[in-house]
């Protein structure tokens, strides 16, 4: 994606609704994107409100008519557009954070996108008191048909070496991004649970020592495995179904009134990673990754230790307290966490299936990214 640019002349693209509506989406939206004025370069080509209308099209494809390659392209654009509030600074930044016309893209992408999620959530309990809410919660998880995933499993027993190296790379989007949702998470919150999502971010920043922020950990583990460090080309790499996993958390992060799902899918995801983290360290010692270096395993096994005491206290000292006072929104915080179930099982589905149909890497190989 680019943020900035010289703002290049384009011609007007001719598009056929018909056939090539991702392709075209796709495409418009990167020629607005590389140019330093959205708007006014779909205006000067005549193309204001066609980014919607195509946006619209493809999600109907993606969604209703359950067109893959459709799934992955919005899921791709609105990964691009979130992009937009998360680039560093730097000189030269564009005005397209608040692009009117990539801002209608984006609503009537997470409109038809939401209506689809919520349709596979199924039915979730209304009128939950904040006491049970943590109940509530471990029971969607563990009777949720994703709960304790077969791909931690052949990882921990079966998978190779440069099978689990590929999942560091699929993995790399949302764990370098949770840092961010975790600052996100403190805008606007009551003082009284404030505490508990500091504590969630100091561990993140490494508890103060800059050797040992989650970020560094994780890139200190690429670094070991000689994986060059090519946000892009891990995304490029992702089907709809990571997208969608990493989209699901920023909408949530970003739209005010989803707060209350919000909070729900961060649950999901802090008492879900001790468990299938605990796996993973099993698969790469067994193939060799770390043995030499234990360290280098620091983000996972961190996890392992520190995500078991975040999953309750996240419920204890931030649902709880936030549903005490809005009682009525326990069905929205089961909602979050129901969405969060289906993207993870989604995303470890296609890992699985990738891996297993992964041809292996030859021996000599495997001298690049020991």
């Known amino acids: 994606m680019l943020t900035h640019a010289g703002g290049a002349a384009f011609a007007r693209p001719e598009i056929n609704?018909?056939?090539?509506?991702?392709?075209?989406?796709?495409?418009?939206?990167?020629?607005?994107?590389?140019?330093?004025?959205?708007?006014?370069?779909?205006?000067?080509?005549?193309?204001?409100?066609?980014?919607?209308?195509?946006?619209?099209?493809?999600?109907?494809?993606?969604?209703?008519?359950?067109?893959?390659?459709?799934?992955?392209?919005?899921?791709?654009?609105?990964?691009?557009?979130?992009?937009?509030?998360?680039?560093?600074?730097?000189?030269?930044?564009?005005?397209?954070?608040?692009?009117?016309e990539l801002l209608r893209a984006r609503r009537a992408i997470e409109a038809s996108w939401m209506e689809w999620e919520l349709g596979q959530a199924g039915p979730i309990p209304a009128n939950v008191e904040p006491e049970a809410i943590g109940d509530a919660i471990k029971s969607l998880w563990k009777t949720h048909c994703g709960y304790n995933h077969a791909v931690f499993d052949f990882m921990k027993t079966d998978a190779s070496r440069p099978q689990i190296i590929k999942y560091f790379t699929t993995d790399y989007a949302l764990n370098m991004r949770f840092y961010d949702?975790?600052?996100?998470?403190?805008?606007?919150?009551?003082?009284?649970?404030?505490?508990?999502?500091?504590?969630?971010?100091?561990?993140?920043?490494?508890?103060?020592?800059?050797?040992?922020?989650?970020?560094?950990?994780y890139r200190d583990l690429l670094d070991y495995l000689q994986i060059e460090d090519t946000p892009e080309q891990f995304v490029d790499a992702l089907g709809w179904e990571g997208l969608s996993g990493y989209n699901?958390?920023?909408?949530?992060?970003?739209?005010?009134?989803?707060?209350?799902?919000?909070?729900?899918?961060?649950?999901?995801?802090?008492?879900?990673?001790?468990?299938?983290?605990?796996?993973?360290?099993?698969?790469?010692?067994?193939?060799?990754?770390?043995n030499d270096q234990p360290s280098i395993l620091d983000y996972y096994s961190e996890h392992v230790e520190v995500d078991a005491l975040h999953g309750d206290g996240w419920i204890d000292n931030v649902i709880v307290p936030v549903l005490r006072r809005y009682p009525g929104e326990a069905q929205s915080v089961l909602e979050g966490a129901a969405m969060r179930l289906n993207s993870s099982k989604a995303y470890w589905d296609w890992q699985l299936a990738d891996m297993k149909g992964a041809k292996p890497v030859p021996s000599v190989a495997l001298a690049g990214v020991n």
């Not at 999502?197 to 970020?215: C, I, K, L």
């Not at 707060?259 to 299938?276: C, H, K, M, V």
Request: charged residues 20%; aromatic residues 8%.
């Open 17 to 100: 609704i018909a056939h090539d509506t991702p392709q075209a989406l796709r495409r418009l939206v990167n020629d607005a994107l590389s140019n330093d004025n959205a708007d006014t370069f779909l205006a000067s080509r005549g193309a204001s409100g066609q980014l919607e209308a195509l946006a619209q099209r493809c999600c109907d494809m993606a969604f209703a008519e359950s067109d893959l390659a459709a799934r992955r392209t919005v899921h791709r654009v609105l990964h691009d557009l979130y992009g937009l509030h998360l680039s560093r600074p730097h000189p030269g930044l564009t005005d397209n954070q608040y692009s009117i």
């Open 181 to 217: 949702l975790i600052v996100l998470s403190l805008v606007g919150i009551d003082e009284d649970v404030r505490m508990e999502v500091a504590h969630n971010f100091w561990d993140e920043m490494g508890q103060g020592n800059p050797a040992r922020t989650h970020v560094r950990l």
């Open 248 to 290: 699901l958390l920023l909408y949530f992060a970003f739209n005010r009134r989803q707060y209350f799902r919000s909070i729900g899918a961060l649950a999901i995801t802090e008492l879900s990673d001790p468990e299938q983290y605990a796996k993973l360290l099993s698969g790469c010692r067994r193939v060799g990754i770390g």
